[in-house]
């Protein structure tokens, strides 16, 4: 009841996308569809029981190892048609809380997956002991560190380190899945700025063209490191939604779009 009511809390104070595959009416037969995929083994790791953030972890998420398999289904099925598609493996996810500065980060590869959390920002996001808030919070870093243990990655392009287009594609689709399943609050949308600047200024305008352009877009986006080789932009974009597209106007139409450019 208490968790029913969490999670209810969570849908009304973030307004879903039109984009999360749990509002396209078909929730039941999203779950079905990824209920039996197998998302790796989930291996948690509380490397810092003394702490209060580790108590108050605890004391949100009872069960650390389902409730992230729950979650690494709503990033599939953000991310993916169906389990058939071409799906990087994972075999494991150690996730652990951690006595560091920091939030939450991602490491590993080749589907061996690290990701820590930090007991310093849980005693942060709490401290005016807002359950729902922290819990909200916990999510949408679990959303976004999962996200990139399951996205494809640009070819041709270098790498996350050497390439700023690379990169600002492996963030802003780690903060669109997030946007995309309710992750951030009402006013979390950074205003201007660029698409090169990744993370949530990329990720709201992933989902905006998903919500406006093609339902599908998310899913289409992160398969199209597949089909367009070296990867671009631009080039992901002609390739899913048409020629007569290009990137920097489809930003400009978003930009006034949301009411951050006057015309
Ligand atoms: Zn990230």
Not at 42 to 62: C, M, N, W
Not at 174 to 197: E, Q, T
Not at 203 to 220: A, H, I, M, S, T
Request: charged letters at 25%; proline letters at 4%.
């Amino acid at each position: 009841m208490k968790r029913k009511y969490l999670l209810y809390a969570i849908c009304v104070l973030a307004g879903i996308s039109a984009c999360s595959a749990s509002k396209k009416g078909q929730g039941e037969s999203i779950s079905d569809l990824w209920k039996r995929y197998d998302v790796g083994i989930v291996i948690f790791e509380d490397k810092a029981p003394q702490t209060k953030g580790s108590d108050i972890y605890h004391r949100i998420i009872p069960d650390a190892e389902s409730y992230i398999k729950e979650q690494a289904r709503a990033v599939l099925a953000t991310l993916y048609s169906s389990p058939e598609d071409s799906i990087p493996p994972v075999s494991k996810i150690h996730y652990t809380l951690e006595d560091i500065d920091g939030i939450s980060a991602k490491g590993g590869d080749h589907g061996d997956i690290t990701i820590f959390y930090s007991t310093r920002h849980i005693e942060t996001s709490f401290a005016n002991n807002d359950t729902i808030k922290l819990f909200f919070e916990t999510r949408g870093v679990l959303l976004h560190e999962l996200t990139h243990a399951y996205q494809l990655e640009p070819q041709g392009i270098g790498s996350y380190g050497t390439n700023r287009v690379f990169w600002a594609f492996i963030e802003g689709m780690a903060d669109a899945v997030r946007i995309a399943n309710g992750g951030f609050g009402p006013d979390a949308r950074p205003k201007g700025g660029n698409y090169m600047d990744g993370y949530r200024t990329a990720g709201y305008f992933f989902v905006w063209l998903c919500d406006n352009k093609d339902p599908e877009f998310l899913r289409k986006f992160n398969r199209s490191t597949l089909e367009v080789v070296p990867w671009s932009f631009d080039g992901a974009i002609k390739h899913i939604l048409g020629d007569q597209y290009n990137i920097d106007e489809l930003w400009r139409e978003y930009q006034i779009a949301v009411g951050d450019i006057q015309v």
